[in-house]
């Protein structure tokens, strides 16, 4: 009993210094045997989770009731990156061997397919859905206009390609995080460039615009989150350094917040917390850490909790925190 | 006879041919590139733990033009298979001299739980030339259990063979290092 005492208060105390949130498992979703939910994408306006799966399928859940609507896939490949429209009626579906596929969000329609060749690293709806940006491995970024199904231009860096690309909400930018550390600004319509960030050392794995699209945020190897000015590219501020990689960001629907989800970089597979940041303060408002857990995925809820998904077996669990 | 002049066209383009190079197999970035590596060839410090490792070679065009321009960036992890991500250690911007030759010095990267197989990074570009990106692994690596012919793709990476190189054991046991050449071939703009 002495040990419970003192134990209290140091687990307060914990919770006090680093802003440790109660993380609520709010539903476990069984997947078939061999369907391992290898990462997930919520909705803009968390009311469904699409989970690419081990065995190539992508299901489709509402949220919170957790019911399967939907099961997608590429047929020949397995599934690389997941991207919502910003309204929530579309998803699109990127493979390792360069499908993209968009289906109509909840009947679950194709609506288009296209092929870029490569691996589909990251992709991006613009708010108007006419516009999607692919990230193929090792390759320039590409921006297709989806109603003729063309190329509108490459987006290419120093070398390699591109790790993640984002239309900011207002329809008028496009950002790219590029593998030669670089995040470029573009014209959404045109793709021409417009800014760059070159004061990043490292590989940044995520990037997530402000929903105002005043700033985009980027995380990645250097651990930390910075905010970027969009007209000249510049870091405004960089969020207090964290232990883990930034692998995933998304921005509150009300602005005030960011989920950012982090990896060990030793091993993807390791355990790693998720952290909501204040963005107008800067500074960690809670944490999401449970013993044994990797997320592999991030997002908001309708009343504006954040998300995590994390696999276990067979089962796809969702947690929510504050 | 209008033939000499072919036979000598012919022979040209066979000399040509002959000094065609094929290009180093592209291999992918991966997620530890980090610009403004220092430049040195001395990778390894005083002290350090880990086979030794002594890598050089040469950087060509396709037309087999040695390339004294071409910058080359190395990265890989130390010996337990950690990337510096705080610093640049196990990273550089190598030096290459008027034949476009390099050498570096460092130790057997470790293995590490996302990779099967230990591997350098290389990111050579030289103007006028497409940057290569690629990656060096060794045919000495467990993985391969002494058949990196057969084995090679035990490693998902590895799309080609040529980029598993020999490794020679050279130098007396206080002093032992592991030898590796690894030639760099750019595509031509």
Redesign the interface.
């Known amino acids: 009993m002495k040990g419970a005492r003192l134990l209290l208060p140091i687990v307060v105390l914990q919770a006090f210094l680093f802003g440790a949130s109660a993380a609520k498992l709010d539903k476990t979703i069984t997947v078939p045997p061999g369907a391992v939910v290898r990462f997930t994408a919520f909705s803009p306006k968390g009311d469904f989770i699409a989970g690419a799966c081990q065995d190539g399928q992508v299901r489709l859940w509402t949220f919170p009731a957790a019911e399967l609507r939907q099961a997608f896939n590429l047929q020949d490949q397995p599934v690389s990156s997941l991207a919502f429209s910003q309204d929530g009626t579309l998803l699109a579906v990127g493979g390792t061997r360069g499908a993209v596929k968009i289906f109509t969000i909840p009947a679950g329609k194709l609506k288009t397919e296209l092929k870029t060749g490569q691996t589909v690293l990251a992709l991006s709806l613009s708010p108007d859905k006419t516009l999607l940006a692919v990230a193929p ?2 390759r320039p970024a590409q921006l297709w206009d989806l109603d003729v199904r063309r190329v509108i231009t490459d987006l290419p860096a ?3 390609g591109s ?1 993640a690309v984002a239309f900011s909400p207002d329809g008028k930018w496009l950002a790219s995080a590029d ?3 670089t995040i470029r600004i573009y014209e959404a319509t045109t793709g021409a460039l417009r800014a760059t960030t070159d004061d990043l ?3 940044t ?1 995520a990037i997530a615009f402000s929903s105002d699209s005043k700033y985009v945020y980027a995380g ?4 930390t989150v910075s905010e970027i000015n969009l007209t000249n590219g510049k870091v405004l501020r960089a969020f207090p350094k964290q232990s883990y ?1 930034v692998g995933d960001l998304h921005d509150s629907p009300d602005g005030k917040s960011l989920v950012a989800v982090y990896f060990d ?6 355990p790693a917390p998720v952290l909501l940041w204040d963005t107008a303060a800067g500074s960690v408002r809670s944490t999401f850490s449970e013993s044994g857990v990797t997320p592999n995925g991030g997002g908001y809820a309708k009343d504006g909790r954040a998300l995590v998904t994390s696999s276990s077996g067979p089962s796809l669990q969702v947690w929510s925190f504050r | 006879m209008s033939s000499a002049p072919a036979a000598a066209m012919l022979a040209a383009l066979q000399e040509r041919e002959l000094q065609y190079r094929k290009p180093t197999p592209p291999n992918e970035i991966g997620p530890f590139y980090k610009k403004r590596a220092p430049q040195t060839a001395m990778l390894r410090a005083p002290g350090d733990p880990g086979m030794p490792l002594a890598i050089s070679g040469q950087v060509f065009n396709t037309r087999a033009d040695a390339l004294s321009t071409a910058v080359i960036e190395v990265w890989q992890t130390d010996h337990l298979g950690h990337y510096d991500l705080e610093g640049y250690r196990y990273r550089a911007k190598l030096p290459v001299d008027n034949h476009g030759s390099y050498k570096f010095e460092s130790v057997m990267p470790g293995h590490y739980p996302d990779r099967v197989c230990q591997h350098v990074h290389y990111l050579v570009t030289a103007p006028g030339h497409k940057p290569l990106v690629t990656q060096l692994y060794f045919a000495t690596d467990p993985v391969f259990e002494g058949d990196p012919d057969r084995n090679f793709g035990r490693d998902p990476l590895i799309h080609n063979r040529e980029l598993v190189r020999p490794v020679i054991l050279s130098g007396d046991p206080k002093t032992i290092q592991a030898v590796v050449r690894f030639e760099l071939v750019l595509e031509l703009l």
């Open positions: 491995q090792e120093k070398f390699s790790l593998a030669d550390t050392l490292l590989e794995f990645g190897a250097d651990k990689v970089e030793n091993s993807f597979k390791n």
